[in-house]
Nanobody, 125 residues
Framework: QVQLAESGGGLVQAGGPLRLSCAVSDRAFSYYFMGWFRQAPGKERDFVAVIKWSGGTTYYSDSVKGRFTISRDDAKGTVYLQMNSLKPEDTAVYYC??????????????????WGQGTQVTVSS
């Protein structure tokens, strides 16, 4: 089974940056769409961003557009989420997810086959 491992979460001040990484243990990484989701206390899991195969077409939720950037390094088998201008409402557990191709809407969590364990991001005022 494909394994995903997130890293980079932590406590940051509002307005600051944080970079999350997700390592994927599959040589076919370049064929996966890679997404980031997050879940805040008392809320459902929300879509954050997705990057498609080589070429790097990206989509973002309205709440993070202009502040977050998703990218990937196929040679390293790693996807990144660069988060800038963080707000307290960004506080959540962030999950890395992978899916094969474009089957289903990109923002639907149930279209992703593989998930990491999540990493906590806490933004203080």
């Amino acid at each position: 089974q494909v394994q995903l491992a997130e890293s980079g979460g932590g406590l940051v001040q509002a307005g600051g940056p944080l970079r999350l990484s997700c390592a994927v243990s599959d040589r076919a990484f370049s064929y996966y769409f890679m997404g980031w989701f997050r879940q805040a206390p008392g809320k459902e899991r929300d879509f954050v961003a997705v990057i498609k195969w080589s070429g790097g077409t990206t989509y973002y939720s309205d709440s993070v557009k202009g502040r977050f950037t998703i990218s990937r390094d196929d040679a390293k088998g790693t996807v990144y989420l660069q988060m800038n201008s963080l707000k307290p409402e960004d506080t959540a557990v962030y999950y890395c997810a992978a899916r094969l191709g474009s089957l289903g809407i990109y923002s639907a969590s149930n279209t992703y086959s593989y998930w990491g364990q999540g990493t906590q991001v806490t933004v203080s005022s």
